[in-house]
């Protein structure tokens, strides 16, 4: 029989050297998982990221402003994607084992997607979620029925679920007026009122100096890892502590290493972070 031919190449528009490139879909796999997921995970987890990151460049190109582009990367660090030249300077002796181990998984789910409705869907992903992924309205405008989340308790015992970081009273008050615009004043044990934290453990709103913010735009001004968060102010600065790393919505990588190593398939994973999708292993062309 013929070999069937790649499907076709996904074109990035690469941050680090300006310009729009045309990767052939394999080779975008392999640089995609490679920069979302340590090389020493899981066969079924890096599968799960392969297609994740496939169908969610699809969407994006689907849902384009007309540009041409799918998704933006930076290929110089590792954001993304990237090319098996600058993993070579990264891997080193190692270049050789690692780039033939993802081609073989690549080659196995080159032509899988995630599907809604017979197109690919929006599956997005994220490092670490709160405990339960996050609903899609949450954290941006549209409500996708598959992005309403789901449990990842397996999330808990990942390296840097939790983390607590420190900040004065100068940089709270620095931070909240450039990002969010809001003046301090008084004292700073009186800054931070009521948190409502959503169903899946998310900031929804807080009040700062008496102005309500939402949780995702708290969480930029702040820099934070998560939306997740609790802030304290104690021992004369403030705490910040965070749960999760990302905006928690789709696929959960963490949650993707611990159901791979329990025994579940790249097709199991994705099902899951992604219910009433559909897993079709012949469907990008």
């Known amino acids: 029989p013929t070999p069937l031919a790649e499907p076709q190449a996904v074109l990035l528009w690469d941050e680090a050297s300006g ?5 052939p879909a394999r080779e975008y796999l392999m640089g995609a998982a490679a920069c979302e997921m340590p090389i020493d995970w899981p066969d079924d987890a890096l599968q799960a990221q392969m297609v994740a990151s496939h169908s969610w460049a ?19 660090q590792c ?27 690549a080659d196995q789910v080159l032509r899988a997607l995630v599907l809604y409705d017979g197109e690919p ?20 405008a549209e409500s996708l029925p598959y992005l309403q989340g789901v449990d990842s308790a397996w999330d808990a015992q990942a390296d840097g679920y939790e983390v607590s970081i420190q900040y004065t009273a100068q940089q709270m008050s620095d931070a909240l007026y450039s990002g969010l615009g809001i003046q301090t004043s008084g004292n700073p044990d009186s800054w931070v009122g009521d948190t409502v934290w959503d169903d899946a453990g998310y900031v929804d709103t ?3 100096c008496g102005v309500s913010a939402g949780g995702t735009q708290v969480r930029s001004a702040l820099n934070l890892r998560s939306a997740c968060f ?16 990302g905006h928690g919505v789709g696929l959960s ?27 079709r292993e012949d469907a990008a062309v």
């Open 19 to 23: 310009q729009a490139v045309s990767v």
């Open 58 to 76: 699809l969407y994006q190109l689907n849902h384009s402003d007309g540009s041409g582009t799918a998704i933006s990367v930076n290929s110089a």
């Open 79 to 105: 954001s993304g994607w990237t090319s098996g030249e600058v993993l070579q300077s990264r891997w080193g002796s190692d270049f050789d084992a690692n780039w033939q181990r993802l081609g073989e998984l």
């Open 121 to 140: 869907a929006a599956a997005c992903y994220h490092a670490i979620s709160s405990g339960h992924t996050q609903a899609s309205q949450r954290v941006w």
């Open 206 to 208: 807080i009040t700062l």
């Open 230 to 245: 609790a802030i304290a102010w104690q021992d004369g600065s403030f705490t910040v502590t965070t749960r999760g790393y």
């Open 253 to 279: 990588q963490a949650g993707a290493r611990a159901m791979a190593a329990g025994g579940s398939s790249w097709q199991d994973i994705l099902a899951y972070y992604f219910p009433g999708t559909e897993i």
